[in-house]
Nanobody
Framework: QVQLVESGGGLVQPGGSLTLSCVVSGISFGIVAMGWYRQAQGKQRELVAT????????NYADSVKGRFTISRDNAKNTVYLQMNNVKPEDTAVYYC????????WGQGTQVTVSS
């Protein structure tokens, strides 16, 4: 059974930084393209960053490009999201999941950007 466990969220001031982690179990993690998604209150879930299994190659939504960095450690079955220069509009619940063919969603981790 696939399990996704996100952590690292919290309250951060505008301009600050935060690193999210997602531990994945139950799959051959190293070959799976993974993504970080977010869902703000009252809005649809959106994909903000992706990383391939090998390479790896990354891609970002325009709204986070230059501020967020996605990475992975295949030995630890973990994908990360380094968030720098955060803005109030980054406030959302953040989730990780496979990019093509989502697994059942984890509980996510809340990120709140506020002064």
């Amino acid at each position: 059974q696939v399990q996704l466990v996100e952590s690292g969220g919290g309250l951060v001031q505008p301009g600050g930084s935060l690193t999210l982690s997602c531990v994945v179990s139950g799959i051959s993690f190293g070959i799976v393209a993974m993504g970080w998604y977010r869902q703000a209150q009252g809005k649809q879930r959106e994909l903000v960053a992706t990383i391939t299994g090998t390479g790896p190659h990354t891609n970002y939504a325009d709204s986070v490009k230059g501020r967020f960095t996605i990475s992975r450690d295949n030995a630890k079955n973990t994908v990360y999201l380094q968030m720098n220069n955060v803005k109030p509009e980054d406030t959302a619940v953040y989730y990780c999941n496979r990019v093509i063919g989502n697994f059942e969603w984890g509980q996510g981790t809340q990120v709140t950007v506020s002064s």
